[in-house]
């Protein structure tokens, strides 16, 4: 057996473990925003090792080394559009109001979003004095 086609099998076993943490994630995390951030991340990790796996498996098999190349851009297309999709879900999940875990501790995008409110809350009352005012 080729040590390329070895490499390509252990990667593919690395990933379906990632794959297998990720349902773990969902079942076992208590809310949205933590299922989410565990199915996230060990999916990324699962679908890199079972795709780039599969094409260095291949190419140890005696296929084509463009095998390589085209898992390689799909995995690189994976690993930036699903941490983003993933930010984009959480975020819409929170401004929908879907309410954290009460055993959470922290909430910085909520802060971030009181802070940035209170900011724009004492700006804007002098931006309406100024004009209606009508004294520059």
Same mark, same amino acid.
């Given at each position: 057996?080729?040590?390329?086609? %070895?490499?390509?099998? &252990?990667?593919?076993?690395?990933?379906?473990?990632?794959?297998?943490? !990720? *349902?773990?994630? @969902? +079942? #076992?995390?208590?809310?949205?925003?933590?299922?989410?951030?565990?199915?996230?991340?060990?999916?990324?990790?699962?679908?890199?090792?079972?795709?780039?796996?599969?094409?260095?498996?291949?190419?140890?098999?005696?296929?084509?080394?463009?095998?390589? %190349?085209?898992?390689? &851009?799909?995995?690189?297309?994976i690993?930036?559009?699903?941490?983003? !999709? *993933?930010?984009? @879900? +959480? #975020?819409?999940a929170?401004?929908?109001?879907?309410?954290?875990w009460?055993?959470?501790?922290?909430?910085?995008?909520?802060?971030?979003?009181?802070?940035?409110?209170?900011?724009?809350?004492?700006?804007?009352?002098?931006e309406?004095?100024?004009?209606?005012?009508g004294?520059?």
């Amino acid at each position: 057996m080729n040590a390329l086609a %070895v490499i390509g099998e &252990a990667l593919v076993f690395a990933g379906t473990f990632f794959y297998f943490l !990720s *349902a773990l994630g @969902l +079942i #076992r995390m208590p809310d949205v925003y933590n299922r989410m951030q565990t199915s996230t991340k060990s999916a990324t990790l699962g679908s890199l090792g079972v795709i780039v796996g599969t094409g260095i498996w291949a190419v140890g098999k005696g296929y084509s080394p463009a095998w390589i %190349v085209q898992t390689i &851009a799909v995995a690189v297309f994976i690993l930036l559009t699903n941490p983003i !999709s *993933a930010h984009a @879900l +959480i #975020r819409a999940a929170y401004k929908s109001g879907i309410p954290l875990w009460e055993g959470s501790v922290m909430d910085k995008y909520g802060e971030h979003i009181r802070a940035k409110e209170g900011k724009n809350a004492t700006e804007e009352p002098a931006e309406k004095t100024s004009e209606e005012g009508g004294e520059e």
